[in-house]
């Protein structure tokens, strides 16, 4: 399946199937618009995990065609998303005489995506750049758009750039070797999709959830249909002055909760904490008379029988108290001044963005969750 992503300069395809990685070879010939495979130079970007159970793979399919690579491996996980690394990988591509027109292919999750994606658009002022995902979240979000960066001490994804790949490849077969906690991790994104504004999309998935997390074409249906919701949003705003806020629906308290996490050795991953979010975000549109308690009621359900954890309460060890929460909302940058914008529901799936939240209505509205743990 291919989604294309319509931006006012440029064009780009999702390529979305199996056995994508052995068919590698002639799409990026394609999409770099290379005749000849003697003059396409690659540094691979990828994390320890990732490079054990794919490297080889890709990189022989490349070989054979005698293009040359040059892999850069990393460490896995969001540390990775960081200046020093960052020197690292752009010193690897320097060093190995890159030019303008070579290329930089991503092979990994959303950490690598934004990583190696910075990279590619400051290195020469930009080089051309692939995507290929190998996490759900990575396929359905991290690599529609064009956002990447790296994190600072000040806060996550604060330093980076919009800047959009020649193409994406998202080959379904790795997600088999994706440990199934961050699949479901990636879930919970594709089930904020239909709770932003298609509830017909989040009927289907609580039907079909279980052929999604198998392997075939219902997998490959939801994963294009994501791709496509982000890229029709992202087509429309492009570097998030209006509409595309919307996608993050759960993720203020989702980050909050990140935060307070992120020294706990059993940290929730990140849509883990979506997925509370969502649910927070829900119950706090409950207090404001937006919704009924039987719309959240049937998102947590969804999301328990799935294994996505719903409230505070399954988050293992102490969250902070309901002040200190405040501030890692207020740290983020969806602050302006003395409101919070919000993403709050009026129904199932019919998301919108609130600009005028007080945070003493969400200071409240915490200590009342902290309090039932
Ligand atoms: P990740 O890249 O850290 O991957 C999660 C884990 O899975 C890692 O340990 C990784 O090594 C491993 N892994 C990846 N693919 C694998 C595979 N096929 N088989 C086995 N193991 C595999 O995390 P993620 O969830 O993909 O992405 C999260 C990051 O994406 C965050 O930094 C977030 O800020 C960013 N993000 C960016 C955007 C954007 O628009 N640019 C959107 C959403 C999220
Ligand atoms: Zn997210």
């Known amino acids: 399946k291919i989604v294309t992503v319509k931006l006012n300069k440029h064009c780009y395809d999702i390529i979305i199937g199996s056995g994508l990685i052995a068919q590698a070879v002639s799409k990026i010939k394609h999409y770099l618009h290379q005749k000849s495979s003697h003059q396409i130079r690659l540094a691979i970007v990828t994390d320890k995990n990732v490079a054990a159970f794919h ?24 540390q990775s998303k960081s200046f020093p690394i960052l020197q690292n990988v752009i010193d690897k591509i320097l060093v190995a005489r890159l030019e303008r027109g070579d290329s930089i292919i991503a092979l990994g999750g959303g950490v690598i995506g934004d990583l190696a994606g910075f990279a590619a658009s400051i290195i020469r002022r930009g080089m051309h750049f692939i995507q290929m995902p190998t996490t759900l979240l990575a396929q359905i979000d991290s690599s529609v758009g064009g956002k990447t960066g790296i994190n600072s001490p000040y ?8 800047y959009q790949p020649q193409c994406v490849i998202a080959d379904t077969d790795v997600l088999n070797t994706l440990p199934s906690r961050e699949f479901r991790a990636g879930y919970a994104e594709m089930v904020k999709y239909g709770l932003i504004n298609q509830p017909h999309f989040f009927e289907w998935l609580e039907k079909n959830w279980q052929k999604v997390f198998s392997k075939g074409p219902i997998q490959i249906e939801a994963i294009a249909r994501s791709c496509q919701f982000k890229a029709d949003i992202v087509t429309h705003d492009e570097h998030e002055t209006g509409q595309r806020a919307l996608l993050n629906l759960g993720h203020t308290f989702g980050h909050m909760l990140e935060t307070a996490t992120t020294y706990d050795s059993n940290r929730l991953i990140h849509g883990e904490a979506v997925a509370i979010g969502i649910i927070l975000a829900h119950q706090f549109s409950e207090q404001l008379n937006l919704i009924s308690p039987t719309v959240t009621q049937r998102i947590k359900a969804h999301f328990k029988t799935v294994g996505l954890p ?12 309901a002040e200190t929460l405040m501030t890692f909302i207020a740290q983020d940058k969806k602050v302006s001044q003395n409101n919070l914008t919000f993403i709050l529901t009026r129904a199932l799936g019919q998301s919108f963005i609130a600009k005028n939240v007080s945070p003493n209505a969400v200071l409240t509205f915490l200590k009342q969750k902290l309090m039932k743990s």
Not at 55 to 76: G, H, R, W
């Open 55 to 78: 490297l080889n793979t890709l990189q022989t399919k490349l070989a054979e065609n005698e293009i040359y690579t040059i892999p850069i491996i990393v460490e896995a996980g969001e």
């Open 310 to 321: 719903t409230q505070l309460q399954d988050i293992p060890g102490k969250l902070p108290d």
């Open 155 to 162: 806060g996550k994804n604060l330093i980076g750039t919009f």
